[in-house]
């Protein structure tokens, strides 16, 4: 007759092994649309040089509301960068249709406002003494939109996060399926053959063809 220990031994590994096949479903659910994301931009980054892009380019110019004006009148303080004044910057954003909450450079004579963003640029400059104000907006397209955010180049705080985030479900991902390898890796034997040349491929190359 079993003893409650021996009995309890099979319970445990059971219960393990529910919790590597939860954890393991789990993070490749969370990281799947980011994995595709990433495979593919993988593949554009790697042959940007061969995929065309062109750009669409678009100016307007504006003028400032005079009694905005003297919110960034010219004044003998040094160069500068700081945030435009509230009232400005809710009136870029509602003619430009762009966040304006970033730093800007001030200088004697203007103030400019870089907007960088993935899969583009942009600025908007405002002459301190007249109110002028001028902008450019460059759109790359969409592949290159793609390619910014797999570099996270210019994509914000929350985009950081998710980055974030999806490393650490694909962490999950690669290390509860190392551990359920090496528990069917008796019932497969070309398991660890596999996972030797998935670590030999990307070694061999790296050592003999990257100088």
């Known amino acids: 007759m079993n003893s409650p220990a021996a009995r309890q031994k099979p319970r445990r590994k059971t219960f393990w092994l529910k919790q590597l096949h939860t954890w393991h479903w789990i993070s490749s659910a969370v990281s799947l649309i980011g994995l595709l994301l990433f495979a593919v931009t993988g593949f554009t980054l790697n042959h940007a040089a061969d995929i065309e892009a062109k750009p669409v380019v678009a100016e307007r110019a504006a003028q400032l509301p005079a009694p905005l004006l003297t919110q960034i009148a010219p004044n003998d303080a040094p160069d500068a960068k700081k945030p435009l004044p509230a009232p400005v910057a809710r009136w870029v954003e509602k003619t430009f249709s762009v966040g304006a909450s970033g730093e800007a450079e001030w200088s004697a004579e203007e103030v400019y406002l ?11 400059t405002i002459q301190r003494a007249t109110g002028a104000v001028t902008s450019e907006f460059t759109d790359r397209g969409w592949i290159s939109y793609l390619n910014d955010l797999h570099k996270g180049r210019n994509a914000g705080t929350a985009w950081s996060w998710f980055i974030d985030i999806f490393a650490l479900a694909c962490l999950i991902f690669a ?30 190359i790296a050592v003999i063809f990257i100088h």
Do not use: E, S
């Open 114 to 124: 870089p907007l960088p963003r993935p899969g583009g640029d942009g600025w908007v």
């Open 175 to 204: 290390l509860t399926g190392l551990v359920l390898l090496w528990l069917h890796a008796a019932k497969r034997p070309v398991t660890w053959p596999l996972v030797a040349l998935g670590f030999a491929i990307p070694a061999i």
